[in-house]
């Protein structure tokens, strides 16, 4: 006997996603935990918060769920060629800021989302951004992720590969924002299908993540380590505040500013014109995000 | 014999403006001097940064000017209602963010705009953003300005600070960036009045704001003004990248991107949902950015 994907499904599952997370991550820290904040939104829905601030590895961390429903903004209907009308949409987002400047930062975000009118589709990625760059942790992301799209279609990683490339780009830098992994939306027909895939993509997060902590949390680092990632993270501040749909949304819809912005790190540095030393790591990973790369065979 | 305005005139003020300002600055600032990098900008034009990072008052400073032409990027001429086609924009941008809490990051801006088919205008506009908020600060730099804009148009500094208030707003947190100031954008017709108008603000921003540093730059201050300081340049980030237009507008038209980004802080930290304790200091500054005051008789 078959069931029907119902969103109700889809909303339980990112629920269970955030426990699971939340507690592998609390696992991997080995000393900080989350905090519980549940939020109503005024035109409808709500969602919970689970922050952890001042970990043994991470500086500052969410992981978001939210179900909000209600009348689309215009601007945003404009954007994705809809008339205002009613919609419903129910999601995880998470970005975890590590304090050690050898373990990458990492966001991921999975969501499902309904007309009125009766269309409806899933969106969702996840990326890497690192500080310096291990050609063995790109690698170990990308498969990760390959494997999960491979089981669903075996076109879908490179289309979702390059789609993450294009999406996380700073065009007023020339710049990918990191070492990529998978983007995708607009999945429409066939919900259990892609249902399926974005449980795969959830489900994966914590494989495709805590290998990589585990290797780098432990690296020594010392002040110029320190300098370069919160440089680096003043680009994630660029990118989530004038580029990301998923912040414009948010702050579009009157969504819970806090919960939104949780993805800012928790301490940023925007020096003048900072260049890296020619052949130092920093100005490899300059190089790296200049020109995209394939980590594995596609 | 009176000359017609021109546009050499305003770029030529705005230079020589740039030089009075920095020379004040260094004094004020008694360590820090100003780099100069001069930049072409692909399209046509180009600009001069001068920038200064670790003073002793100055944290991390930016006076920059820019003469830029060429043809209007089709987003931003739609935005003004306008079709693509040639512009010329001449103009001076500045942000100061001193280390010491207690004093207040200020801003202005002053440019002139020319469009192909003949119409051009002056716009600008100077805000000061306080962590701390002294009236008496707030006083002396609102009279000072209103006695600018009295000697043009007695009505206008109750319209530029109105609008002042309702530009630098950050709609997601119902706040005003600051304590405010003047705004003011499209002044056509009359430029040699504007202009004038225009060169009355720019000479006036030493004396708007060195009494402020002066009075101010000498007080003791511990981790907790810092603290509050680092969150609160948080605040200056998120309206300089979600909502300035000279922000949008740099970026959009392929300006130098370290000289847009001048204006971002050094030092920035992003707290979960900070909350300051009530009757403090710093809810007394959340309370007056909330509801924006008349600092003086209008």
Redesign the interface.
Known sequence: MTTQFSKEQANRYFQELQARICEGLEQADGGGGFRT?GWERPGGGGGVSR?M?NGEVFE?G?VNTSEVFGTLPETIARRINASPTGFYATGISLVLHPRNPWVPTIHANLRYFEMEDGSAWFGGGTDLTPYYCFTEDAVHFHTVLRNVCDASDPESYRKFKRWCDEYFYL???GEARGVGGVFFDYLKGDPDRHFRFVQGIGDAFLDSYLPIVRRRAGLAYGERERTWQ?IRR?RY??FN??YDRGTTFG?ETNGR??SI??S??????????HTPEPGSKEEELLEILRHPREWIAA
């Open positions: 904040d922050v601030e500052k969410g065009k007023h830098r919160l003043g501040v660029e505040l004038v702050l500013v806090e912005l949780m800012l790190p928790p301490l940023v540095s925007w020096i003048y014109d």
